[in-house]
């Protein structure tokens, strides 16, 4: 995309400028900032320093939506429905820039309504400068105080930017540790810690940290933490026998691997819902150690092929298929039903998502949800195992579903945590719930039902 904005032929900042093209891309056509942002910044030849101010502002303005807008619907006397959607764009970039990070008032405020000039003329401009400058008159803090709600859920939704229904479904599954809602709110904020996975059989965790630079993973035997860079261009990850992959997800098929079968396993697992892929090539590695094999079942061909992609050489074998409908042979030993989800678990990784999500997905995905359980559980044979998980930890999406499936089939609840020896704290149980502020990962939530 070429720059469209320019003052004396130059262009008006370049950093500031990408910004305001994703948060546009992002509001428009409903774009992705993590896949907009690195493609305009390869096709602007953007480096360095001036690339992390681009990233810091366009993540950071894409998460705190919600808050920007309260504060500048409060500045302009008007909702921000009715501020024109590009101008809205302009505001929320100074807004970000006055509120959350150090960049001068002066510096947010002339580069916005310099922004708004180039291409709006003069009348646009002077209505962001006026309220940016009112913006500019309060602290976050004092911003805070003055337009959060009085209930301490909601005012830790707004102080930490979060829709109130987000930060609500957190405190209910932490139940009794709801005093931890705001280091989770925090957490979720925080620029993740690239996780890779080293593939079983091909590189230890050890290994692929030398030569990567990275540290060996806490809680996954195959995970190793980068501090940074594009791991797209290391050398076993362009070889196939790395991966990006959130540890937590790691876990999810390593327990689903190790949990106790009645009877011998005889080596046929399957992936239910399996694209793009990540947990499938690791079961696969997993699986080829001992010449088992695993189905893969994805409905999107495009997600298909990249399983196929991220599986290829280990015995996996791809269906597009609906995995409700799959027309496979039961008598699986073990199945993972990694299920669709809202998400909610890995907002860390997705800045706008928060803000596009509504209470009214959840009942729908709960539904599709339960018929993939269902579907699972009369392909597996008699003491085999279902493990449920979702990168969400929104109650009826997980708790909910178990319950009423136990109900339903009369399935043995494994302790889920047993299945991940040395990982603290993952709850109560049976079930074991993940979260970004205790283990570092996704909040991945997932239970082991075993078929009597
Ligand atoms: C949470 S993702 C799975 C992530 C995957 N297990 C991994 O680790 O890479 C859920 C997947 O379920 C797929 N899906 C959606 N509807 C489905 C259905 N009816 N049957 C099977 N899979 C479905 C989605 O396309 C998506 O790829």
């Known amino acids: 995309m070429p720059s469209p904005r320019k003052r004396r032929g130059e262009p008006v900042d370049v950093a500031r400028e990408v910004a305001l093209d994703v948060l546009r891309a ?34 950071g303005a894409c998460r705190s939506q919600g808050q920007l807008d309260a504060v500048i619907a409060a500045c302009a006397g008007r909702p921000v429905g009715e501020i024109d959607g590009p101008i809205l764009d302009i505001l929320r970039l100074g807004v970000y820039q006055l509120l959350r990070t150090r960049t001068s008032a002066h510096a947010a405020v002339d580069t916005s309504v310099d922004l708004a000039r180039a291409e709006f003329g003069q009348g646009r401009a002077g209505f962001v400068n006026a309220v940016l400058r009112r913006a500019g008159e309060k602290t976050a803090e004092q911003w805070v105080t003055e337009l959060a709600p009085a209930d301490p859920v909601g005012k830790l939704a707004f102080e930490y930017a979060h829709p109130t229904w987000i930060a609500q479904s957190f405190a209910d599954a932490l139940g009794a ?33 030398l030569v990567t630079g990275g540290e060996e993973g806490r809680w996954s035997p195959y995970a190793v933490y980068l501090d940074g860079g594009d791991p797209g261009q290391l050398e076993p990850v362009r070889e196939g026998i790395a991966a990006v992959q959130d540890e937590g997800s790691q876990l999810v098929a390593l327990a689903l691997s190790r949990a106790p079968l009645e009877g011998p396993d005889q080596g046929r697992w399957l992936d239910l ?17 001992d010449l088992f094999t695993v189905d893969a079942v994805e409905p999107s061909e495009h997600r298909a092929e990249l399983v196929r992609k991220s599986t290829r050489d280990l015995p ?57 359980l269902t579907a699972a559980w009369d392909l597996l044979r008699p003491g085999g195992v279902v493990v449920y998980s979702t990168c969400s930890p929104h109650l009826s ?39 970004p502020h205790r283990h570092g990962t996704d909040a991945m939530f997932l239970s082991a039902l075993r078929k009597k």
């Not at 910044?41 to 502002?57: N, Q, Y």
């Open 177 to 209: 540790q709801a005093g931890e809602l705001s280091d989770l709110l925090a957490a979720d904020d925080e620029r993740p810690v690239v996780h890779l996975v080293a593939r079983p059989g091909e590189i230890t965790s050890e290994e692929l940290a």
């Open 397 to 435: 999406e997980t708790l909910a579903v178990v319950a009423d499936f136990v109900r339903r089939t009369g399935a043995e609840q494994l302790d889920t945590r047993e299945l991940l020896p040395g990982v603290t704290d993952l709850g109560e149980g049976p079930s074991a719930q993940l979260w």
């Open 316 to 372: 996996v074998t791809v269906h597009v298929q609906d995995g409700r409908d799959t027309g496979l042979e039961p008598g699986y030993d073990r199945i993972l039903v990694d299920a669709p989800c809202t998400g909610l678990g890995a907002l860390r990784r997705r800045p706008e998502s928060r803000w596009r999500r509504t209470p009214a997905d959840v009942p729908e995905l709960v539904t599709l949800q339960r018929e993939l």
């Open 273 to 289: 819902c399996a694209g793009p892929g990540g947990k499938a090539a690791l079961l696969g590695a997993l699986a080829a150690i």
């Open 26 to 59: 992002v509001r428009e056509r409903d774009a992705y900032a993590n896949l907009v942002l690195p493609k305009l910044l390869r096709e602007r030849k953007i480096s360095g320093r001036d690339a992390a101010f681009a990233t810091e502002l366009t993540y």
